[in-house]
Each structure stands twice: as structure tokens, then as C-alpha cells.
T-cell receptor
Framework: IAGITQAPTSQILAAGRRMTLRCTQD?????MYWYRQDLGLGLRLIHY???????GKGEVPDGYSVSRANTDDFPLTLASAVPSQTSVYFC??????????????FGEGSRLTVL | GQNIDQPTEMTATEGAIVQINCTYQ??????LFWYQQHAGEAPTFLSY??LDGLEEKGRFSSFLSRSKGYSYLLLKELQMKDSASYLC??????????WGAGTKLIIKP
């Protein structure tokens, strides 16, 4: 049982480079999310998708983009990485529909360091 | 604004009981979640409260008071494996989660 798979697990990146964090789920969940987690702060929502073909902006979307071409995949792209994007990134999914909050299932996280 | 407050760190003894408090302010309210996160790992779901009262699930219980904007997580018969961060999150009127910074629980033998 895979659940949610994120890749890479860890990455060091030079500032200005483009980077895509991959996220795949095999639970056929409608909703998917990208969060970043920084020391001393709560999880902050970057982007979300309530269903395939739709995406929305979260609390901290600047510098990030997402796509949801199908149910399973929800990649997060940093077009031109900056040091403030150094963080641990978590992808999550939920069986919830648009107007319901269900339990979130998280991937193992991607630790990104931008130098 | 929207805000979740919880203590930064707590220490407890193996076998004892600990209560982790959380106060919330959200635009609308659609429930309160607790997640457990071991160091270096992903958060995992513990509980969800949307009505006032206590929900018991084995050694863990969660309480909600909507009138007070308050919740707590109660952990009984503490085990060393309970050493983790406990994240409180409130769902707002748009069903988006607002997360607290987490409470790091240290269990001592």
C-alpha cells in the first residue's frame, strides 16, 4: 500500500534554478494539497486542488505553481528558487469533497535547501 | 484574523497523563483536528471534533468547546513512543485548515 509518494526526499538547489517536487497518490482521493513546514510555524498551505482539472491558491502561493492533470498526480514547481523557499514540503490528499473537510493523508515530505 | 494557539513544548513522565491545550480563532468553524508528527516524519491523523464534548479513542481523547474556542488532547498511560509533536488545526468556513505550530511532547522515563 503506497498511499502518497513524494520525490525527491531531499534536494539541495542553487538559487535561481527551477525545481519540481512530485506527488502521486493511489487512493483515488479528490482533494490534494501542498504545504510547507518551517520551524516554529504551523503548516502553511501553498496550493490545493479539490478535483482533477482545478487548482486554487492557499496562504503562501507566491513563487510556486501546481497542476492537476489527473486524479493521482499533483506536482509543485518552483520556477526560480530563492533561499526563503528552504523548507520541508508535504503533499497531502483527502477523500473530502469540495464542501467537506476530511482526514488528510500526508506524504513523507521533501526537504528542500536553496543556497 | 485566524489563529491557532498551543504550547510550544511540554514534558511528562512515562505512564502518566498529559493534556495538550489548543485555542482557536477561525472565520467560521467546521471542526477541529489533532495530528501527531514524529520527528522527521509526516503528520498522521489522531482525531476530529465538530460537536462539543469528549471523543475517546483508546489512550487518546479529544475535547471541544465551541463557545470557548477551545480544545484539548488527552493522552493517558504515556509511552515513550508518544514523544512527538502534536498539531492542532481548525477548519474555517471554507473548510480550509488553519494549523497551530505544534506542541513538542517530551516523555521522560
Amino acid at each position: 500500500i503506497a498511499g502518497i509518494t513524494q520525490a525527491p526526499t531531499s534536494q539541495i538547489l542553487a538559487a535561481g534554478r527551477r525545481m519540481t517536487l512530485r506527488c502521486t497518490q493511489d487512493m483515488r482521493h479528490n482533494a490534494m494539497y501542498w504545504y510547507r513546514q518551517d520551524l516554529g510555524l504551523g503548516l502553511r498551505l501553498i496550493h490545493y486542488s479539490n478535483t482533477a482539472g482545478t487548482t486554487g491558491k492557499g496562504e503562501v502561493p507566491d513563487g510556486y505553481s501546481v497542476s492537476r492533470a489527473n486524479t493521482d498526480d499533483f506536482p509543485l514547481t518552483l520556477a526560480s528558487a530563492v533561499p526563503s523557499q528552504t523548507s520541508v514540503y508535504f503533499c497531502a490528499s483527502s477523500p473530502a469533497s469540495e464542501m467537506n473537510t476530511g482526514e488528510l493523508f500526508f506524504g513523507e515530505g521533501s526537504r528542500l535547501t536553496v543556497l | 484574523g485566524q489563529n491557532i494557539d498551543q504550547p510550544t513544548e511540554m514534558t511528562a513522565t512515562e505512564g502518566a497523563i498529559v493534556q495538550i491545550n489548543c485555542t482557536y480563532q477561525t472565520s467560521g468553524f467546521n471542526g477541529l483536528f489533532w495530528y501527531q508528527q514524529h520527528a522527521g516524519e509526516a503528520p498522521t491523523f489522531l482525531s476530529y471534533n465538530v460537536l462539543d464534548g469528549l471523543e475517546e479513542k483508546g489512550r487518546f481523547s479529544s475535547f471541544l468547546s465551541r463557545s470557548k474556542g477551545y480544545s484539548y488532547l488527552l493522552l493517558k498511560e504515556l509511552q515513550m513512543k508518544d514523544s512527538a509533536s502534536y498539531l492542532c488545526a481548525g477548519a474555517d468556513s471554507n473548510y480550509q485548515l488553519i494549523w497551530g505550530a505544534g506542541t513538542k511532547l517530551i516523555i521522560k522515563p
